[in-house]
């Protein structure tokens, strides 16, 4: 891994947050194993094609965070690759609308497992490697972790439980001196937000700008910003927080007309 002195394992980096992130860690000289769910609709190579014309590594493996040996086995072969682990960011995520009295108890467990569950094993793997000084972050949302969100209960229960997740492994990993964030995004245009069918898709996007303080979404490029910036030794006294970034959206006095 010559070049390379941090090495990143990064959930869900076949599109959107993570696509990016995997490219900006690229751009700061660290190494990316990403993962990416199996007969999903985005094609992993296009996220290691971006990091490699940007002069980085990334190996993009197939895991299923619903599974922990396929979590166990994601984070045993980027340390064999690359030699170390430095960072964790669990950002795979499952988005899907049912309202209350209709839901299963299979999509509500489905929902849990994957954006909380999901979390949980990134992490238990990665802190089973992890260097002593290493960073963890999770991708919540602003639906749940500060908003509900209406048809979309198991989603905003699965994100809200994020940030005490976190809050909770950075007190455990704190002697190791390993911190783990929380971060919330607002209305971020990616993929998953532009489906009209389980989201807001195109319109509700543009309709949803007009009420934010910055005048627009949000871009995953932003995000993955913010969370390489709190993995960094930049950010080497932050643990334990819930950074939310939303263009202003949740200090918005809604009486206020701009």
């Not at 682990?85 to 950002?91: E, F, G, I, Q």
């Not at 209960?153 to 990993?173: F, I, N, Q, T």
Request: with cysteine; glycine share 14%; proline share 4%.
């Amino acid at each position: 891994m010559s070049g390379y002195d941090k090495a990143a394992l990064v959930t869900g980096a076949a599109s959107g947050i993570g696509q990016a992130l995997a490219l900006a860690y690229a751009q700061a000289g660290v190494a990316v194993a990403g993962g990416y769910l199996p007969g999903d609709v985005h094609d992993p190579s296009a996220t290691a094609a971006l990091v490699e014309a940007a002069g980085g590594q990334c190996l993009m493996l197939p895991v299923d965070v619903t599974q922990t040996g396929q979590v166990e086995a994601f984070a045993a072969r980027a340390v064999g690759h690359y030699g170390r682990l430095d960072y964790a960011v669990a950002n795979a995520g499952l988005l899907r609308q049912a309202a209350l009295a209709d839901m299963s108890d299979a999509q509500w467990t489905e929902m849990m497992d994957v954006d909380l569950g999901g979390v949980m094993r990134v992490f238990r793997a990665a802190a089973r490697h992890m260097r002593d000084g290493g960073a963890m972050v999770a991708v919540s949302s602003i639906a749940g972790g500060v908003y509900g969100w209406q048809q979309h209960v198991h989603y905003a229960a699965a994100k809200a439980g994020v940030p005490g997740l976190c809050r909770a492994v950075a007190m455990e990993l704190a002697p190791r001196g390993i911190r783990c964030n929380a971060v919330i995004p607002g209305l971020v245009e990616t993929p998953q937000s532009l489906d009209p069918v389980n989201s807001l898709g195109p319109e509700g996007l543009a309709r949803a700008a007009a009420g934010i303080p910055l005048g627009r979404v949000g871009s995953a490029r932003e995000i993955a910003l913010l969370i390489r910036f709190l993995t960094s030794d930049d950010a080497s006294y932050i643990t334990g927080q819930s950074v939310i970034a939303d263009g202003g959206l949740t200090v918005r006095w809604p009486g206020l007309q701009t």
